[in-house]
């Protein structure tokens, strides 16, 4: 593989790496670990999609597909015969992955006002779900790992990360109990965890 594809891995490791302890901004040990999970799949998938093809390669063999044509390494590309299949996936991808980082910035900036002013944030998009930030991450797992472009390992990853940090919100709600007490808890009764309501949707079009 050129070398100028893995200047490019590169990058594109160090920016979304970036973006992933900015957001997410990991605290505990614990915290770290689970991030390290996704720390893990960013760094497998870019390597694979600027560098080596391992997916395309393994599954060409394993099924006798032709190794001379791999499209770019990209498996819609492979599976459809045609690069038009992988522009879609890309199309699509991306915008799965622009609405799950808005969901992670606007939670962020929400959060952060609500930590310095020391209250419960219950406005914005944490009026439809406790936790948009590990929403927001798993809707751009889901859209640039699966949808767009799709890896063994990012296929095996994604659970894995949506197990870790349901066990992270889990704990954090606990936390959240015990400094706000009742307030937490009605709030808790009435937002979802991690996919809006669609009564929510309707009673704010109201």
Do not use: C
């Not at 100028?4 to 979304?16: D, K």
């Not at 799965?96 to 209250?119: E, M, N, P």
Request: glycine fraction near 8%.
């Amino acid at each position: 593989m050129h070398l100028g594809m893995w200047g490019l891995a590169a990058i594109a490791i160090v920016i979304v790496s970036w973006l992933l302890y900015r957001y997410l901004a990991p605290h505990t040990w614990k915290e770290w670990a689970r991030a390290g999970v996704v720390q893990a799949f960013i760094i497998a998938f870019y390597a694979e999609m600027y560098g080596f093809p391992l997916t395309i390669y393994f599954l060409a063999r394993f099924f006798g597909l032709d190794l001379a044509w791999t499209q770019g390494g990209n498996l819609w590309a492979q599976l459809f015969g045609t690069p038009m299949a992988h522009l879609v996936a890309m199309t699509i991808g991306y915008a799965i992955v622009f609405g799950g980082a808005t969901l992670v910035a606007d939670g962020w900036r929400r959060v952060y006002q609500a930590r310095r002013d020391g209250r419960l944030v219950t406005d914005g998009v944490y009026a439809r779900v406790r936790h948009p930030q590990y929403t927001g991450l798993f809707i751009i797992i889901f859209g640039e790992g699966i949808v767009h472009w799709p890896t063994i390992f990012s296929v095996i990853a994604f659970p894995v990360i949506v197990f870790a940090y349901v066990q992270l919100a889990r704990k954090e709600e606990r936390q959240m109990t015990e400094k706000f007490g009742d307030a937490y808890l009605e709030y808790q009764r009435n937002v979802p965890m991690f996919i809006p309501r669609r009564r929510i949707f309707s009673q704010q079009e109201e």
